[in-house]
């Protein structure tokens, strides 16, 4: 029983990345997927959510007009479409699902009781 996330890299700053999240042993439906991110030293930062059932989304100011969370039905993944990267968007980037069945887009790690591994992005200045 795994989530599985991929698709870190490094990447200079003004470009692009996708990440995908995979679930092994257990399912996406009817539950909030989301991302969060981690830099050293800092704590694990809301960055994205997406509802299964119903498609809503909802993105950290900090993200807004530059990532896009989506899910894809038919691969049973969640992608994370990074766009206009910074080097503050460096970090370990990690997938997880949510606790409950509620359509709540929680922005709190608290929330969420299973986590990928994690991949790290890297943005060169």
């Known amino acids: 029983v795994q989530l599985q996330a991929s698709g870190g890299g490094l990447v200079q700053a003004g470009g692009s990345l996708r990440l995908s999240c995979a679930a092994s042993g257990l399912t996406f439906r009817t539950y909030v997927i989301a991302w969060f991110r981690q830099a050293p030293g800092q704590d694990r930062e809301f960055v994205a959510a997406?509802?299964?059932?119903?498609?809503?989304?909802l993105h950290a100011d900090s993200v807004e007009g530059r990532f896009f969370i989506s899910k894809d039905r038919a691969e049973n993944t969640v992608a994370l479409q990074m766009n206009s990267l910074k080097p503050e968007d460096t970090a370990i980037y990690y997938c997880?699902?949510?606790?409950?069945?509620?359509?709540?887009?929680?922005?709190?790690?608290?929330?969420?009781?299973?986590w990928g591994q994690g991949t790290l992005v890297t943005v060169s200045s």
């Open positions: 997880a699902r949510k606790k409950d069945y509620s359509l709540h887009l929680a922005s709190q790690s608290n929330e969420y009781n299973y």
């Open positions: 997406v509802s299964w059932t119903g498609g809503t989304t």
